[in-house]
């Protein structure tokens, strides 16, 4: 059992546990030995000119505790070598709709992270953040804008249909810049936020768990609470928040059978969505997911992109890779995300202008030590061509009625054929 506590520096007491993880939320601790996340997260929100209702601030304090402890347990120590049973307890503004809430918050995060969590809701969490000045954002709803190529597509697709976005951002090293630019280049300078969670493990550095599979659920607090605040300044009952993502990494099928765990993330997964979403409608956060790609491929996302100049123009700058960081802010070039990257550029006809993509050739990268993912998405690529789609996602898509597991499984045959056709170019089928 992994435990952790998450609240005000106040909350956190004089005689720690031992054994017990300790977060100390929304400010730096000055404790040795306590973790700090979401430290300028108070000051940020205010200098935004936001003032969310308890509800959505509530749901960041809760976004940042699950992944501060997923971020802190790690997986190695379970018994088997991932699933982890984390038991939090969080200190809230307002408790009681999360405590009404519990069984499916922790159901939700079943999905998400694949670890079986214990959630406990008490009171004297920081109240929401006022700001001096209230800004009524001329937005009408909320676009997810990472610095990825689909995040791209998805602002260049929205704005040119009239809407007007307030695009929410999540900082990440390499990605700050480029979101700036995206916002500016299509006329939402002004209403652009970017934010970050602030993970600072104690004692300094300490190895965090490399797998983070909640990240994104801070990605959707911080919408949640944009969403929010458009909500109350605008006058709406409720606001649309786009996700732009396409299909195939959304349902993100295990391309075998050892990929259940860590190399199959559930960040947009149709599941984890419909979950989301009934929390939000229950909690009675006015926010409304979008999904407008989840039937598209990567490839059928750029050829019908509503400004190929645009696209054109930026498309080489936006980020693919899983393994970003890991190699100097560069494309590793034979990832998955990078792969299927790759392979869409093709599918569209489009030049593909990325800078640099570390293992250009696939097919000398095969031979490579760490060249998984190649070999995985040719064997997956085989299995469908062989056996056909419906072999090759064996059940995934049981959740969801017959017409729309059709149009699932059309998405993920018309995928893999996407980057079957790079393989073969490469000579690795």
Known sequence: MSQTVCGPKDRIPAS?????????MYGHDGFEDVSTVGSRLLEDIQDAGMSPRAAAW???????????????????????????????????????PFQAATQDIERALRFLTGDFWRLTFVDGGYPPPRPRVSVAHDADCVALLSGGLDSL?????????????LFVSHVSRGDKEKQLEFAARLG?????????????????????????RARSIVFFAFAAIAADHLARVRAMPQIEVFVPENGLISLNVPLNA?????????????????????????????????LPYSTKTKGEMLRA?????????????????????????????????????????LQAGLADTTVEYVHRDLRAAQRE??????????????????????????????????????????????GLGEVGVLLRQHGVL
């Open 305 to 345: 992109c509503a400004d190929q100049a645009v696209l054109t123009e930026l498309g080489g700058q936006s980020t693919s890779c899983g393994r970003f960081l890991k190699h100097g802010l560069r494309h590793c070039g034979r990832c998955v995300p990078c792969m299927v990257r790759r392979a869409s550029f």
């Open 369 to 414: 030590q760490g060249a998984d993912d190649v070999r995985a998405l040719a064997t997956a690529v085989l299995k469908l061509e062989q056996h056909g789609v419906r072999a090759f996602t064996a059940g995934q898509f049981a959740f969801a009625a017959p017409p729309q597991r059709r149009e699932f499984e059309g998405v993920v045959e018309r």
């Open 16 to 24: 720690r546990l031992p054994g017990v993880e300790y977060f100390s």
């Open 188 to 212: 939402r300078e002004g209403n652009h936020v970017q934010w970050n969670q602030n993970i600072w493990l104690k004692p300094p550095n300490r190895e965090a768990e490399p797998s983070t």
């Open 58 to 96: 509530d749901f960041l304090s809760l976004a940042l505790a699950v992944n501060a402890a997923d971020h802190v347990f790690e997986r190695s120590a379970s018994p088997d070598g991932w699933t982890r049973v984390i038991e939090l307890e969080l200190a809230l503004s307002e408790p009681a």
């Open 258 to 290: 050892g990929r259940a765990g860590s190399l199959s993330t559930k960040t947009t997964h149709p599941v984890f969505m419909q979950r989301l979403q009934a929390l939000w409608s229950n909690l009675r956060i006015p926010a409304v997911l979008r």
């Open 153 to 165: 597509i998805g602002a260049i697709d929205v704005t040119t249909q009239g809407r007007q976005p």
